[in-house]
C-alpha cells in the first residue's frame, strides 16, 4: 500500500536527554496514523477515532454515535460478544471508548508485546461489525440507565439540560452527547447499521500509537492489517451555526432540595482556538491563571471577603465555538447579589489595569513544571495525543513549550477582553430549598387562586 511519510523534529523535554519524534503517515485508503514514542514505556496506549460526534447526529436522534460507540463491543464477523475483554484479560489489557460533541474515540491500553491485537480487532470492527437487534434492545436499555446514572441522578440535571440548550439554542451542542430518553428510544438497529456505514470509514479515521515503538515499526503492521479496509466518500460534517445573542444574557434560576449550596454560573461564548497554537495555549493560561487558590481573585472573594466558598473558571472548545465559564460556590448563607457584583466589579478592574503579573507567571511556571517533568510517563504524550486528536496542529507539537514560553501576561489580557467583549451569555443559579428569593410569580402562586 502507498503511503505519504512525515517526520516531524523532536520535542526536548526540561532537562531530559530523550527527544520525542512523533511521526504521521498516510494510508492510500486514507487512514491517518500518528506515533508517539517513548523507548522506556513498557505498554501502548491506541486511539482509533473517527471524526463523528453527537453533533453530527440526525436531529430526531441524537446520540445515536454514542450509542454506536456501545455497539462496536458486541461483535464482529471476527470477534464475537465478549471476546474482546477476554482477550484483553489473558493478556492484562484494558479498553473504552468515549463519544462527545466531534468525536468518537476508542481507546486500549495493553503490554506493548500485543500491539498486533489491537490493531486486528480494530480494523475488524471498522469494517465488519455486526449489529444483533437483540443485541441492540439489550444495549438500548443500558444506554437508558447511563443517562439515568449520569443525569437523572445528578441533582442538577433539569437545570444543567436546560442551561445548555439555552446557551445554545439552535447549535446541536445545545443538547447533551448521550440525548434525551426521546431520542434513546428513538434509535433502531437499522439507523445504527446507517450511521456505522456513513462514518465508520479510513478516511475518516486516525490511529494513534503511544509506546515504545517508532513509525518503522508501526506501519507495516498498520498496513498489513488495515490495507483491505476501503474508502468511502465521506458526507459533510453540516451544523446550524448559533446566531448571535446581541447583548441578550438568559438566567435561569432552580431551587433544589438536594442542594446543600448554592452554585452559579456565568458563561461567555468563546472562540474554539485548537487549531491555533498561540492562541489555544493564551486562552488555556488565562484559565490556569484565574484558576487556584493562590490567585489574587480568589484571595480576595474568599479568603478576604468570604463571599464564596470557591472560585473557578473553565474553557471549553469543540469543533465549534463553545463557552468560557467563571463558576462560583456560595453557601447557603451568602449573598448571591454581593458575589456576583464582586466578581463583576473585579473582572472590570482587569479589564482596565490587567491580568495580576504574578498570577500569571505563577500559572505559566506550574505549566512549564509540569510539562519538563511529563516524560517520566506517559500522560505528557496521551495529553498531546488528545489535543491533536482535538484538531491541534501536529506540526505545532514539536514547538508546544517554546509557545507555552512565549505566551505573555499582555496575550491573555487580550483574550479576557475578547472573552468579555459582550454580556454574558448565561447566568445560572442553583439554590438549595428555601433559599432562592421570592420571585413575583412565587408569590402569585403561594397565594392560590
Known amino acids: 500500500m502507498r503511503y505519504i511519510l512525515t517526520l516531524l523534529i523532536g520535542i526536548f523535554i526540561g532537562s531530559l536527554d530523550a527527544a520525542i519524534v512523533p511521526q504521521t503517515a498516510t494510508l492510500s485508503n ?14 501502548v496506549n491506541v486511539f482509533t477515532k473517527y471524526g463523528v460526534g453527537t453533533a453530527d447526529d440526525p436531529a430526531e436522534m441524537v446520540g445515536v454515535s454514542h450509542m454506536l460507540e456501545h455497539m462496536m463491543f458486541k461483535g464482529s464477523s471476527k470477534y464475537s460478544k465478549g471476546a474482546i475483554d477476554t482477550i484483553l484479560n489473558s493478556c492484562g489489557g484494558v479498553c473504552n471508548a468515549f463519544t462527545n460533541f466531534d468525536n468518537t474515540v476508542y481507546t486500549f491500553a495493553l503490554p506493548a508485546e500485543h500491539l498486533d491485537i489491537v490493531l486486528d480487532i480494530e480494523a475488524d470492527r471498522m469494517e465488519n461489525l455486526n449489529i444483533d437487534e437483540a443485541e441492540f434492545l439489550s444495549e438500548q436499555k443500558v444506554v437508558m440507565e447511563e443517562r439515568q446514572m449520569r443525569l437523572g441522578n445528578h441533582p442538577f440535571r433539569t437545570s444543567a439540560e436546560i442551561c445548555l440548550r439555552a446557551m445554545y439554542a439552535a447549535h446541536p451542542y445545545g443538547i447533551f452527547p448521550i440525548g434525551y430518553e426521546a431520542h434513546i428510544k428513538a434509535y433502531t ?15 475518516n479515521a486516525t490511529i494513534v500509537v503511544i509506546g515504545p515503538y517508532d513509525l518503522a515499526y508501526v506501519l507495516p503492521k498498520i498496513e498489513e492489517h488495515f490495507s483491505n479496509v476501503s474508502s468511502k466518500e465521506l458526507q459533510e460534517r453540516r451544523r446550524i451555526s448559533e446566531p448571535d445573542r446581541e447583548g441578550l444574557t438568559t438566567t435561569i434560576e432552580q431551587e433544589n432540595p438536594r442542594a446543600e449550596n448554592i452554585y452559579i454560573s456565568i458563561s461567555y461564548r468563546a472562540p474554539t482556538l485548537i487549531t491555533k497554537p ?11 491563571t484565574m484558576n487556584g487558590s493562590d490567585h489574587a481573585l480568589y484571595q480576595k472573594m474568599v479568603k478576604e471577603k468570604h463571599l464564596a466558598l470557591a472560585i ?20 447557603p448563607d451568602m449573598n448571591v447579589d454581593a458575589a456576583e457584583k464582586f466578581l463583576f466589579e473585579q473582572l472590570a478592574v482587569f479589564l482596565k489595569k490587567g491580568l495580576v503579573e504574578k498570577d500569571f507567571n505563577d500559572a505559566k511556571q506550574e505549566q512549564l513544571n509540569a510539562f519538563a517533568f511529563a516524560m517520566d510517563g506517559e500522560a505528557f504524550l496521551m495529553s498531546i495525543a488528545n489535543s491533536v486528536l482535538d ?17 505573555t501576561v499582555q ?11 459582550k454580556p454574558p451569555v448565561l447566568i445560572s443559579r442553583n439554590y438549595p430549598k428555601g433559599k432562592m428569593p421570592k420571585r413575583a410569580y412565587q408569590k402569585v402562586l403561594q397565594k392560590g387562586f
Open 30 to 43: 486514507g487512514l491517518k496514523i500518528i506515533v508517539f514514542q517513548n523507548p522506556l514505556l513498557p505498554s
Open 189 to 203: 438497529a437499522e439507523a445504527l447499521m446507517a450511521h456505522y456505514k456513513k462514518w465508520y470509514v479510513p478516511n
Open 278 to 288: 498561540k492562541e489555544y495555549l493564551a486562552m488555556n493560561m488565562l484559565e490556569k
Open 312 to 331: 473557578s473558571s473553565s474553557y471549553r472548545y469543540g469543533k465549534d465555538d463553545m463557552d468560557f465559564t467563571f463558576t462560583l460556590i456560595l453557601s
Open 391 to 407: 484538531g491541534f496542529p501536529l506540526e505545532a507539537v514539536s514547538k508546544y513549550e517554546d509557545i507555552l514560553k512565549a505566551v
Open 411 to 421: 496575550q491573555v489580557h487580550e483574550m479576557l477582553s475578547s472573552i468579555l467583549a
